[in-house]
């Protein structure tokens, strides 16, 4: 499956913003779907995933109850809304698929879009 990404900005503190990932490919209703960000200087990590079927979420600890991810299997798309942004939110967002299907924090994701880049200003 191939991804692209969009929808980052600047935004900010307490603010919101929804990024997308449209995905084209036969695969995409049978993957799982994980967000994920790296700030300058830091390694990536993971932000939120969601399996297969929609039903099963996970979310790191720094933006749950602030971050939700979503999607639409029928406009092959994921999304990220993200509410309450704080700057240490600032970051390049890439979206992946796991062909596993399950989009766990520890799932094995084997595409990768090219990353969106939203700011939280002070």
């Known amino acids: 499956v191939q991804l692209q990404a969009s929808g980052g900005g600047l935004v900010q503190a307490g603010g919101s913003l929804r990024v997308s990932c449209a995905a084209s490919g036969r695969t995409f209703s049978s993957s799982g779907l994980g967000w994920f960000r790296q700030a300058p200087g830091k390694e990536r990590e993971f932000v939120a995933g969601?399996?297969?079927?929609?039903?099963?979420?996970y979310y790191a600890d720094s933006v749950t109850g602030r971050f939700t991810i979503s999607r639409d299997n029928a406009k092959n798309t994921v999304y990220l809304q993200m509410n309450s942004l704080k700057p240490e939110d600032t970051a390049v967002y890439y979206c992946?698929?796991?062909?596993?299907?399950?989009?766990?924090?520890?799932?094995?994701?084997?595409?990768w879009g090219q990353g969106t880049l939203v700011t939280v200003s002070s």
């Open positions: 992946a698929a796991d062909s596993g299907g399950r989009g766990s924090r520890w799932a094995t994701y084997d595409s």
């Open positions: 969601i399996g297969r079927s929609g039903v099963t979420t």
